[in-house]
């Protein structure tokens, strides 16, 4: 059968797809990139906000209409929004064939077999605890990256967040499967940069091993050859530990690039968030990351409008992210979601008001991120060329960029530039977000 996917959401989904694409090409089916030529389409879905689920409502609903016009003949919705509502995603949306949640991507042959059979399949079992063992993966990223997911669900219980309750609890992967993974994505794959997730990284292990195991798994990942750059995202401030931090500094293939979500810098707002960190202990943290790690870059991602935020605990957070400096921000406007604590609280700000403190955040971080890329003007970076864009033009990221949240840097070059390689780069100018380059010639004075 013609096999066509679609991949919304965050990092984490993506690798779910990954590894459908890789079990349904195993079982003979052939993946198509146009939609109009699939019989099958699995649409993989994400539950995370109220608009993440419009999006994924509109693109089945857009996608069903290729029953008639096209040569679809079933349609599949998988992710986070199939585990959330199961059943009932199939009675409310009848294009829909099958709902499958996230503890089957493994088995999404067998899935496709019996919907082959005319039945409409719902598989929705709730995540069991369970070594990930890595089976294959065909890669959506750019050149010369993957995504390494070291595991899934998340203990903590942020006051606003659904997560646990869809992807359930920490489930750590055993530290040998992901090392396998990890040397089978560079040696077959030829991936440079490793981007380790998990909905809380610097929790892996806890509950497989009994304590925090990502140094372990950081100083396994060090020893692969052919790997280059190890990316570290989603480190919950509260768990970013004195052994993480030593890993992190004595590791060279980990990159001084640290996403750190503080979501907000009121204490009081944190304690109904939470999130079992308080501002004093953001400030040590940052102070000590600084001092520790040598040309350290800093990402973080908060939220605006949570419910009792005043403009006095607004200040505080802007007062904190002007302070602080990091290189990148993400801004999200808190919604409240079904099934968390957050929902019923008292005092819920206006979506108008989040949104006014939401661009003040934002324009406040344009001029900082400007300013920390306009520094980097005149030096020379390693950057890992992802694209061609014209004959004497590359996009690519230095250390300083993760892949899909922070700038891009352009590369002008008048040699041809593999992609999924290294390209030695003069960083020249800043445009918006990103930063342009010119490839550096040894042979130019
Ligand atoms: S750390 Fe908090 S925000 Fe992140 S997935 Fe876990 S509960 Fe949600």
């Not at 719902?122 to 063992?133: F, G, H, I, L, M």
């Not at 950057?383 to 590369?411: F, H």
């Amino acid at each position: 059968m013609n096999i066509g996917l679609i991949s919304l959401g965050c990092s984490k989904n993506r690798v779910d797809s990954e590894i459908m694409l890789y079990r349904l090409k195993r079982s003979g089916h052939k993946l198509v990139s146009q939609p109009e030529k699939a019989d099958l389409i699995i649409i993989n879905t994400c539950a995370f906000i109220e608009e993440a689920r419009q999006e994924a409502v509109d693109r089945i609903i857009e996608t069903g209409l290729l029953k008639s016009r096209g040569n679809l003949k079933y349609l599949v919705a998988a992710g986070c929004m199939a585990q959330r509502y199961g059943s009932q995603l199939l009675e409310e949306l009848p294009e829909l064939d099958g709902v499958m949640g996230i503890a089957h991507c493994g088995e999404i042959d067998k899935l496709v077999e019996a919907i082959q059979c005319g039945q409409p399949v719902v598989a929705c079992a709730k995540p069991e605890p369970q070594s990930q063992v890595f089976s294959g993966r065909i890669l959506t990223t750019p050149p010369g990256m993957a995504y390494l997911r070291i595991a899934d669900g998340c203990d903590n219980r942020c006051s606003y967040c659904a997560i646990p309750g869809i992807r359930g609890a920490l489930r750590s992967r055993r530290l040998e499967d992901v090392l396998e993974e990890a040397r089978r994505l560079v040696s077959e794959q030829r991936v440079q940069e490793l981007v380790v997730v998990a909905q809380d990284t610097a929790a892996y292990g806890t509950d497989i091993y009994g304590c925090p195991s990502l140094p372990g798994l950081l100083h396994g990942l060090q020893q692969i050859e052919g790997l280059s750059w190890i990316r570290l995202m989603y480190l919950h401030p509260a768990h970013l530990d004195d052994a993480i931090i030593d890993a992190i500094a004595s590791y060279d293939k980990v990159l001084p690039y640290l996403d750190i979500p503080v979501q907000h810098a009121s204490d009081r707002i944190l304690r109904l968030m939470n999130r079992k960190h308080d501002s004093t202990l953001l400030r040590a943290l940052l102070a000590k990351l600084r001092s520790r790690i040598d040309r350290l870059v800093l990402r973080t991602t908060v939220m605006t409008g949570f419910p009792g935020e005043s403009e006095d605990d607004f200040k505080r957070l802007y007062d904190f992210i002007a302070e602080s400096a990091f290189d990148w921000v993400g801004a999200f406007c808190y919604q409240p979601e079904e099934d968390t604590a957050a929902k019923s609280m008292p005092d819920q700000v206006p979506q108008d008001i989040s949104r006014e403190r939401l661009e003040r955040i934002m324009k406040l971080q344009h001029g900082i991120t400007r300013r920390k890329n306009i520094d980097r003007i005149g030096s020379l970076e390693p950057i890992l060329v992802s694209e061609k864009l014209s004959s004497q033009l590359y996009i690519g990221r230095g250390y300083y960029q993760a892949p899909e949240v922070d700038g891009i840097t352009m590369i002008k070059s008048t040699r041809a530039l593999p992609t999924g390689s290294f390209v030695q780069a003069v960083l020249k100018a800043v445009r918006n977000y990103d930063m342009i380059g010119e490839a550096f010639d040894e042979a130019s004075p």
